[in-house]
């Protein structure tokens, strides 16, 4: 059965249907193409699809579209700035080498935008704490932690975005 819904969407308002058992992280890469958010294990393990509901960091493949209607959702396509320059979490992940094959990396600057803007001043454990919940293969963390850090002191108290 067909739903309504209406949400907000990296600044766009969306308005469709979708199917009362559609996943946000299906709504969003099946239905509006915004393929940055990545489905790695469909049991909210890994990560790598994490989106922020609201300005929180949540994993998209947990919750249904329509249980977001009325919400605001930001991907990682709509976190950089409008002139086309990365956001300072991106730029941080590039400058210290916080990624090498990229499939966790969308879910991981989300949820590490988030733990930034809640925890500005989180010290490394704190930030592999609350990383906890994003997986990744390649990068054995290191380099990610020390971006966190990095980004943490140029998004201006966390309010960067």
Do not use: W
Not at 7 to 27: E, H, P
Not at 115 to 125: F, I, R
């Amino acid at each position: 059965m067909a739903v309504p819904i209406e949400m907000i969407i990296n600044g766009k308002s969306v308005a469709t249907k979708v199917d009362a058992d559609t996943l946000l992280s299906t709504f969003l890469r099946e239905h509006l193409r915004l393929t940055g958010t990545h489905v790695g294990c469909d049991t909210a393990s890994c990560g790598a699809c994490t989106v922020h509901v609201g300005g929180r960091a949540v994993k998209s493949c947990n919750v249904l579209a329509a249980q977001l209607a009325g919400q605001d959702i930001t991907t990682i396509e709509g976190i950089a700035p409008r002139d086309g320059s990365l956001h300072p979490m991106q730029a941080a992940f590039k400058a210290c080498h916080g990624l090498q094959c990229g499939f966790c990396t969308a879910g991981m600057v989300m949820s590490a935008i988030d733990l930034v803007l809640h925890h500005p001043h989180a010290t490394e454990e704190e930030i592999r704490h609350g990383l906890e919940g994003n997986l990744c293969r390649c990068t054995g963390y290191q380099n990610i932690v020390k971006a966190v850090v990095m980004a943490a002191k140029t998004m201006d108290g966390g309010q960067a975005s």
